[in-house]
Structures are given as structure tokens and as C-alpha cells.
């Protein structure tokens, strides 16, 4: 009798290496959400440098065109700004000053948004707007985006050039900011 329960056992196994009896395993499935939080967003760069130049030497302003890129997300209920300011005023002291109203700026070429609109006074104290981004709002990828990326615009500076100035090289620092909401 001992040789039987062998025999079985063994018969068995070649049954269930053949496929031939059920191999008692089963299957499952398992399932997995996946959730992502998509904020708004805001991203900018500007030229390191722009040089104010004028064309006559017979006290006219000074100017200079500045690129502006930038990427921008809004919510739905929400909206974006790039703004400026003069965050370290023309130095050295006595000649042009912000301060003053001496430095003034208009937008223009805005490919998402509405850009400033009219001649803006630059300042010291406050943040000035260069563009109004809409709720929805969104760079790049076509569809309810615009099609380009990064969106571009322009910020054409202009300096006064007063008699009183004294001469030489003044120079002064001005920040761009972007929000989304």
C-alpha cells in the first residue's frame, strides 16, 4: 500500500504539468487612482541689460525696447500680472531720477494678455503693470492655450534728457514680477 500514494502523487503532477487538472490558483485585479493638483504658474525672463541710447545729442529722450518672455497658467476663476519697478533708483545721485518721473514706459506686441495700455510712469514705491492675464489663461500647446511658447511682449523704456543733468553714465535697476491665480 505504501507504493500507492506514491504512484498517485506522481500522477498527479504529470496531470498537473499537462494542464490537465485545475492548478487551484486564481487571479485578482487591484485598481489605483492617480491625482494631481495643477496650480497656476508663472514664469518670466528678461535681457540681463538694456542700454537707453538716443539718436541727437540735442537733449532728447533716451530710450530702450526690452524683450519680455514669459509662461503663465490661470485658474478658472482667477487671473495673472506682470508688473515693474525701479528697485534701485539712477545712480549715481544728480542726474535722471525714477523718482522724479523721469522714466516712463509703454507695452506693446503681447501675444497672450493685454498689455499696458498708454504711457506708464516707472516707480520706485509701487509696482507699475506692464500686462492683464484672463482667468483660463494658458501658454502654449494651441487648443484653449496659445499656441506659442513662451509668449512674448515688449516694454519700450524712455528717458528724459534734461539740460540740468550733469553728464556721465547713470544706471538703475528695475523688476519685473509675475503672478497667476
Known amino acids: 500500500m505504501r507504493g500507492r500514494p506514491a504512484l498517485w502523487r506522481i500522477a498527479r503532477w504529470l496531470l498537473l504539468a499537462a494542464g490537465v487538472l485545475p492548478a487551484g490558483g486564481s487571479t485578482g485585479t487591484a485598481g489605483q487612482t492617480l491625482t494631481a493638483t495643477l496650480s497656476p504658474v508663472g514664469a518670466l525672463s528678461t535681457p540681463g541689460t538694456a542700454t537707453l541710447s538716443t539718436s541727437s545729442n540735442t537733449f532728447q529722450p533716451f530710450t530702450a525696447t526690452v524683450p519680455v518672455s514669459y509662461q503663465i497658467r490661470t485658474t478658472p476663476v482667477g487671473s495673472g500680472t506682470i508688473t515693474l519697478q525701479v528697485t534701485s533708483d539712477f545712480t549715481p545721485s544728480g542726474g535722471p ?9 509703454v507695452c506693446s506686441g503681447a501675444n497672450l494678455g493685454t ?17 492683464a492675464v484672463p482667468a483660463s489663461a494658458c501658454t502654449g500647446d494651441g487648443g484653449v492655450c496659445s499656441s506659442q511658447n513662451p509668449n512674448s511682449m515688449n516694454v519700450t523704456f524712455t ?23
Open 97 to 105: 531720477a525714477a523718482s522724479s518721473g523721469a522714466l516712463t514706459y
Open 115 to 131: 498689455a499696458c495700455s498708454g504711457t506708464q510712469t516707472a516707480s520706485t514705491t509701487s509696482q507699475t503693470p506692464v500686462l
Open 159 to 181: 528717458l528724459t534728457d534734461s539740460p540740468v543733468y550733469p553728464t556721465g553714465t547713470y544706471s538703475a535697476s528695475v523688476t519685473f514680477t509675475i503672478s497667476a491665480m
